[in-house]
């Protein structure tokens, strides 16, 4: 099986964009995973899915809590500890590992002139592993929108 990237650039805010695509996923009930770069990112967010939505809760959980196998979100640094699910968040600055046994993975980019080389970085890696990632952009996208009567 051979993964699915696509990539959101032009965010005006990665955690912004990084709870509305979850809660998006998880209004279609899918399974996700978010891929901490390490211990300190993995706490980061775990703040971030208490405070976003300002009016709702994203259920998320460790790896290695006992209710991670019923909790719609896992969110860790720990990703031999991950158990496969449909949707990978990728927070890191590589490709996660086992990218070609993953089935979505998604990418969000700002318009950080560092942030956006780094994913850039992270296409041509996919791209090494013959994975060839899709991108969407979210300026063109909110444009289009506005433009809709």
């Known amino acids: 099986m051979s993964a699915v990237?696509?990539?959101y650039f032009n965010v005006k805010s990665r955690e912004q964009a990084l709870c509305q695509l979850i809660g998006k996923a998880l209004a279609q009930r899918i399974e996700i995973n978010v891929l901490a770069r390490d211990a300190n990112g993995s706490a980061a967010l775990d703040r971030l899915l208490w405070e976003i939505p300002q009016t709702g809760f994203?259920?998320?959980?460790?790896?290695?809590?006992?209710l991670a196998a019923r909790t719609p979100i896992v969110v860790d640094h720990r990703d031999d500890l991950m158990q496969p699910r449909a949707a990978l968040f990728n927070w890191t600055d590589?490709?996660?590992p086992e990218a070609l046994r993953?089935?979505?993975?998604?990418?969000?980019v700002?318009?950080?002139?560092?942030n956006r080389n780094r994913a850039r970085e992270r296409w041509r890696a996919y791209a090494a592993l013959?994975?060839?990632p899709s991108a969407?952009?979210?300026l063109d996208l909110a444009a289009a929108r506005?433009?809709?009567?």
């Open 5 to 7: 990237v696509t990539f």
């Open 58 to 66: 994203l259920p998320h959980c460790a790896a290695d809590d006992a």
């Open 94 to 96: 590589a490709p996660p």
């Open 102 to 108: 993953q089935g979505r993975i998604f990418e969000i």
């Open 110 to 114: 700002d318009r950080d002139d560092a």
């Open 130 to 132: 013959g994975i060839t």
């Open 136 to 138: 969407i952009d979210m």
């Open 146 to 149: 506005s433009e809709t009567p």
